[in-house]
């Protein structure tokens, strides 16, 4: 059951697929980096930010939009600090290219273990130069799996042995790669090989920030955009992968969907829209004019607007910016 005035999980897997097919057929599909530097710089900006905070990092969006813009260091934090969020920023725009503009790294497969292993040397590397796991022997660099038992984590999630971790590494593979004919719904699909990647934890250390990677990688090459795991939302995160854990993936499968839902309405739409497109109202909001507020304006005639076959409104930026201003002169006379 959702909240009042809250969509339902239902209704946010239907906005989704909708949203990605009207992408895909309106809009040509995911831009590629070279094509949108701006969509993807803002996206680049916000999950290298909010993905590391996950895990502990105390810079804040503007540190970290410094840092990757101008190559400058500042807020006086740790050297660590800056080397994670650098680190993690080199892994993202890697699989933002090769998502989208493979090279010589594919094999026709969704996802390989190479590729796997790439992205926690690249997330990795720099702050394990100056900062190395402690526990960590020389066959446990980046890119390699742990040669170390772990310890259940709280809620009961069990890593297995590492001798078993190259084995299940292997299958989770081959899982991933079905995912775009898994059966039922794609969320829950995806919610469950995310899970699993967590719960294998194949590295001795950087595996929350190496599964979100992978599976934005994943999802970039099956047309969606990336999700963002936002710190605000750590602990509903890790609640719904023990609840994934557990055998239930529907709750993690609807916080992964509005996650990728919000990248495409805030980041993606808007920008491959341009003013004139119709689309949906959710595309179309800011801080000053929320979805429900545009869309009581436009239920009350105040913002031009027209319902779709499926019953939802849709206005553009013209005529969101065209209220915008007549409310703003109502609000001064």
Known sequence: MSMRGRPSRQAIYRQLTEGVEELRTRFGGLPTPLEAEDIWG????????????IEGNTLVLKEVEVLLSEGRAVGAKQL????????????????????LTPGHWTTGELITLTEVRHVHTLALSKVWEVAPHPDATEQERPGAFRRHGIQSFPGGMQPPDWPDVPARMSTWVERACKLASAEGAFPDALADVHAEFERIHPFLDGNGRTGRLVTNLLL?????????IRK?????????????DAGDPAPLGEFLARAILDTLMRFIVPSVAGPARLVPLTALADAQLSARALRSAAERGRLRAQRDVSGQWRSNRRWVDEYRARRYQRSHD
């Open 220 to 228: 970039i090459r099956l047309g969606y955009p990336a999700a963002i």
């Open 80 to 99: 660590t600090e800056y080397l994670e969020v650098r680190g993690y920023a080199d892994a993202a725009q890697w699989v933002y290219q090769q998502g």
């Open 42 to 53: 803002n996206i680049w900006y916000q999950e290298v930010h909010n993905s590391t905070a």
């Open 232 to 244: 605000a939302d750590r602990t509903r995160y890790l609640q719904n992968l023990r609840r994934a």
